[in-house]
């Protein structure tokens, strides 16, 4: 029993000192990595893939990355060659232009769109490892500008507007949207928008976007109407497509304004009595439409 307490505080002696050495060697060892890639990319560019670290001193024992959970590039300082491939499809290596920092694909299609991961390995004794990641997206641009449909290309005042704005087959499906006289519309009680996507062969996607609003007499200056579409993926794609439309005038009902008796009391022009609510919503709408 007399021996029990020295070796107790040996024990806790031992537990103390590789608490220290864990925390010396933290204080020493892997710091600050940071995987950097793009957030998209064109399919069939080069791709540079970035890891940086601070080792604080202590030697690397490795680097790997990762296509998901699949690994595909290492560097090992103490290997000879350092350098080692692992094949994956669609994954193309340009071994001369990569190294313990960084490593170049080349031809990069979307099926490489996805997580990616550095692993970063600190030499013995302790062998740190720090894991970073991050997502990316190969883009397929469509073939071509999008395309604006409508039902015809002369309204009458308060008739309903509607257009279909179509982007061809990418990835992933381009983003939509609707220009009013260069003013961008956004969904709201008079205007109407609805974005649809559709699966097409290939694993691409094509967009539909759908707008829906009343004809009103601010959004035709000058009798017309321009509609635009913008098509766009991330920074790397934008294109746009101009429809312009006419406002037709009825010309029978300034015929029988004409002919009305204008100074009876409690008596208004047909043209009056039509215009006056569509006047109205125009405000409403021009309030809707006014850039923020």
Known sequence: MGHAAPRQTDMKGIIVLVIILVH???LLCLRDVMLKIPRAVKAGSTLHIFCYYDLEGVQLYSVKFYQGDQEFYRYVPKEAPPTRVFPLP???VDIYESN????????????LSGLYKCEVS???PLFHTVIQSTHLVVVEEPRGAPDIRVEKQKYTLGERIRANCTSKASFPAANLSFFINDIKV???DLIGLSWYVKSEPAGLESSLLQLHTLAVPMMFP???MQLACLAAQYTLYKQMSYLTLYEDTPQLAHVLGASLPHDRPGIKSTASI????VVLLSIVVATLL???
Do not use: F, I
């Open 122 to 124: 600190a030499d013995a």
């Open 186 to 188: 956004a969904n709201n």
């Open 24 to 26: 010396t060697h933290g």
């Open 100 to 111: 313990s920092t960084v490593v170049t694909l080349n031809n990069v299609q979307k099926e």
């Open 274 to 277: 039509k215009r006056e609510p």
């Open 90 to 92: 669609y994954v193309q």
């Open 290 to 292: 006014r850039p923020r």
């Open 222 to 224: 000058e009798g017309r």
